[in-house]
Every structure is written in structure tokens, then in C-alpha cells.
């Protein structure tokens, strides 16, 4: 398996516009996590789906974000608009969940978005 | 809120040197256990997994434990080398989601 895959790898940006964040999991992995990891605040949760349900969203900054997974083999991360303090390294990770519990994450190479 | 504290947050070895990383939870109900490891610009690196049944794994030269009572989990690092150097995250999960510590940034000096 190739394993997690994001894109784009870098994405630079100015104020105001609008970015998307893909990402394809695992095969098999039914669950999928988006985090956000910044030097200030390390490594942040900000949405997991199971079963390509959105559980908990609660780590989303601000409305201004918003996540999708429309199928089991791909999910979208949108900052719209975005501001310089969204500028981070997004990753996405899947795992084949047991119950109710996590299983082994399994991380993409991530997305690093500067916002200028 | 599950807090994640790992200990030292950086250590400089010189090469072949044994070390052990630290990290701790404040809610020791840790069902899973996973171990990463963060080269500069890169993803995270799964390098072990103790599962609920389970107290430590092993991987080649990597050994990781888990004391449940505690909520404490060491990384054991024999002979070190310099392609060792990175950053060394712990996750705990103690319910659908892990918890991450800040890390441990780990320089082998060679």
C-alpha cells in the first residue's frame, strides 16, 4: 500500500483565499484523522471521521474550516478564508479502528500552508 | 482533558550510548499506546505499538513499555546512532482519539 497520501505538499496563499486539503487513507482504514502542528502548540486534532462520519469536531479552530470525507478513500480540509495565522503543517493520518478505541495511526507526509 | 508530558523535551547523546525518553498521561485509562518518530520536515513515523493487552514491544534496537497504574510509557534506545536523530512523539488513547505529547527532540552526536 502506498500509504497516506496528501496533497499539495506546499501551498502558499494569500489572505482572503480559499485553500483545500485532500487526502487519501488507507485502504481498508475506517477511520480518519486531520491535525494541525505548529511550533506554538505541537501537534493539534482538528476532525476524525468514522466510517466517513464526521465523530468529533470539536479541535476545528473556527468556522472558517471545514472538512468533508464523501467516500471511504477520500477527505478534503477547506480554510476558507484564510488568514496568516492558519500558516502550518496539516496532516492526515487513517487507522482501522477496534471499537470504539483508535488502532495505529497511520500519517501522511503533510500539507505545509503558508498564508501570506 | 488528557495532558501528554514527555521528558527530556531535548537530549544530545554521543553515538553507541544507551537513552530512555519519558513520557507520562494525566488519565492513566490508556487503552493503546504508539510511539513516532518526526524527522525535520517530515510525517510521523509509527515505530511501535503496545496494545491494551499488552505492557511492551520490541523493535530491533527499540523497546517500549507501558505501566498502566502510572500512566507512564519509556522508549529505550540501545547503542544509538546518528541516523537516530529526530524528534521521538508518544500517543495515548484513551478513548477515540490519541493524545500527543510535545516530543522529545533527540540529537546523536557521532
Known amino acids: 500500500d502506498a500509504g497516506v497520501i496528501q496533497s499539495p505538499r506546499h501551498e502558499v496563499t494569500e489572505m482572503g483565499q480559499e485553500v483545500t486539503l485532500r487526502c487519501k487513507p488507507i485502504?481498508?482504514?475506517?477511520?480518519l484523522f486531520w491535525y494541525r502542528q505548529t511550533m506554538m502548540r505541537g501537534l493539534e486534532l482538528l476532525i476524525y471521521f468514522n466510517n466517513n462520519v464526521p465523530i468529533d469536531d470539536s479541535g476545528m479552530p473556527e468556522d472558517r474550516f471545514s472538512a468533508k470525507m464523501p467516500n471511504a478513500s477520500f477527505s478534503t480540509l477547506k480554510i476558507q478564508p484564510s488568514e496568516p495565522r492558519d500558516s502550518a503543517v496539516y496532516f492526515c493520518a487513517s487507522s482501522l479502528g477496534q471499537g470504539i478505541h483508535t488502532g495505529e495511526l497511520f500519517f501522511g507526509e503533510g500539507s505545509r500552508l503558508t498564508v501570506l | 482533558k488528557q495532558e501528554v508530558t514527555q521528558i527530556p523535551a531535548a537530549l544530545s547523546v554521543p553515538e553507541g550510548e544507551n537513552l530512555v525518553l519519558n513520557c507520562s498521561f494525566t488519565d492513566s485509562a490508556i487503552y493503546n499506546l504508539q510511539w513516532f518518530r518526526q524527522d525535520p520536515g517530515k510525517g510521523l513515523t509509527s515505530l511501535l505499538l503496545?496494545?491494551?493487552?499488552?505492557r511492551e514491544q520490541t523493535s530491533g534496537r527499540l523497546n517500549a513499555s507501558l505501566d498502566k497504574s502510572s500512566g507512564r510509557s519509556t522508549l529505550y534506545i540501545a547503542a544509538s546512532q546518528p541516523g537516530d536523530s529526530a524528534t521521538y512523539l508518544c500517543a495515548g488513547d484513551t478513548g477515540n482519539q490519541f493524545y500527543f505529547g510535545t516530543g522529545t527532540s533527540l540529537t546523536v552526536i557521532p
Open positions: 503496545i496494545q491494551s493487552s499488552q
Open positions: 485502504s481498508g482504514h475506517n477511520s
